[in-house]
């Protein structure tokens, strides 16, 4: 069994800034890939920034310049650092991650979510 377990969102006023933290644990044998999703209310769920155990990362273009992803392979866990907030980003943020167990499945694991407020 394997847990995505998400922290950081909250409420935060235009311009300012948030770090979100996931932290998987449990059968871990290793962690392919690590990124960030979200939702706002009526849209799709959306890639916000992802990142390869090969070093690769992703931004979408809404986000590039704002976001950083950063990852802590020891510690199984992903970050993600947003500054100059925007009302636009305010959604439920979930972290996802491509995780090989211990008995070799991959799995592909979803944290519960997170949300995030801006206001302006």
């Known amino acids: 069994q394997v847990q995505l377990v998400e922290s950081g969102g909250g409420l935060v ?3 300012g ?3 979100l933290s996931c932290a998987a644990s449990g059968s871990i044998f290793s962690i392919s890939y690590m990124g960030w999703y979200r939702q706002a209310p009526g849209k799709q769920r959306e890639l916000v920034a992802g990142g390869t155990r090969g070093g690769s990362t992703k931004y979408a273009d809404s ?3 704002r976001f950083t992803i950063s990852g802590d392979n020891a510690q199984n866990t992903v970050y993600l650092e947003m500054n100059s ?3 636009e980003d305010t959604a439920v943020y979930y972290c ?4 090989t167990n211990n008995a070799r499945r991959q799995l592909i694991v ?3 979510g997170t ?3 801006v206001s302006s």
């Open 85 to 87: 907030l925007k009302p």
């Open 115 to 117: 949300q995030v407020t």
């Open 17 to 19: 800034s948030l770090r």
């Open 110 to 112: 979803w944290g519960q």
């Open 13 to 15: 006023q235009a311009g």
């Open 96 to 99: 996802n991650m491509v995780i």
């Open 63 to 65: 986000v590039k310049g």
